[in-house]
């Protein structure tokens, strides 16, 4: 089963399961984007341990849009940030794409991260002097293949910026600029798209947009997502909600 297809049926699936592949008959071949086995992160903090992630395990499937909620710091940031390899696991494994994070060097994790992964923050964090095509199209040069016309009309179209590439971020809404971060993130069609409360400095109305078109990115482009967000609305049409709390999935449901 493709992307697409997986994508279609997860996207109707409504009932309450705590491993996706009881979802989808043939699910049961898919390779997971992501699973994390016994996911622990002690953060040393003095003569302190702090516990960020006690035993997380979980799994992504291809063309997944899993929502995370839970309260100020019960672990949501460690756990993507593991993920992506931005960090690395104290115990436990974490396979990104079948690569296995935990054996992996700095150099090797940070390698992979640019080829497979996307990242968007609260903070926009884009370059100032470059104008929105030049923010998105850098990472194409840096971290990608080279520059993909076709590309960047597709994922810029879908993101609402076509009439704004000449803009430079201070002359850009919040909104904007965060669709921009976006474009960013995916311009390198990453295997999997990291977003960590990207609403957060977002007012009601920019917050939906681009809520909505993560949710299109999704169903259009197939692009496996995990989202952090305290939105419930965003919660709602994600595939799946997992719920955490002191550094642990507490509950895996699909929303309604
Ligand atoms: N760099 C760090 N050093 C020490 N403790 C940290 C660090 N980052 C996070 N923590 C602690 O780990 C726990 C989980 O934090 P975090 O993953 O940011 O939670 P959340 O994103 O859910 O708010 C918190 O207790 C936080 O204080
Ligand atoms: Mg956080």
């Known amino acids: 089963m493709n992307r697409e297809a997986w994508s279609a049926v997860a996207e109707t699936a409504k009932i309450a399961v705590e491993d996706p592949r009881s979802l989808v008959p043939g699910a049961p071949d898919l390779e997971p984007i992501v699973k994390t086995e016994d996911l622990w992160k002690v953060y040393r903090s003095g003569a302190l341990d702090v516990p960020a992630l006690r035993g997380v395990a979980m799994e992504v499937l291809p063309g997944e849009f899993v929502a995370i909620m839970g309260p100020s710091g019960c672990g949501k940031s460690t756990l993507l940030h593991v993920i992506g390899g931005l960090a690395q696991a104290t115990r436990g494994r974490v396979l990104l794409d079948g690569n296995d994070l935990s054996e992996m060097t700095d150099a090797g994790r940070t390698k992979l991260r640019r080829h497979k992964v996307g990242f968007v923050f609260q903070r926009f964090n884009l370059l100032p002097t470059l104008d929105a ?113 002191d550094g642990q999935i507490v509950d895996s449901i699909p929303a309604d």
């Open 133 to 245: 095509r030049g923010n998105i199209a850098i990472a194409q040069h840096i971290h990608g293949d080279g520059f993909d016309p076709h590309r960047f009309d597709v994922v810029t179209h879908m993101l609402g910026l076509a009439g704004r590439l000449r803009h430079r971020p201070a002359e850009l809404s919040g909104g904007e600029q965060q669709r921009v971060a976006i474009a960013r993130a995916i311009i390198n069609e990453p295997k999997i798209l990291l977003a960590d409360e990207p609403t957060g400095n977002l007012d009601t109305k920019n917050s939906e947009s681009v809520l909505h078109m993560l949710r299109q990115l999704n169903q259009q482009l197939g692009q496996t997502t995990i989202l952090i967000t305290h939105n419930p609305e965003a919660a709602a049409f994600a595939h799946r909600v997992l719920h955490m709390r």
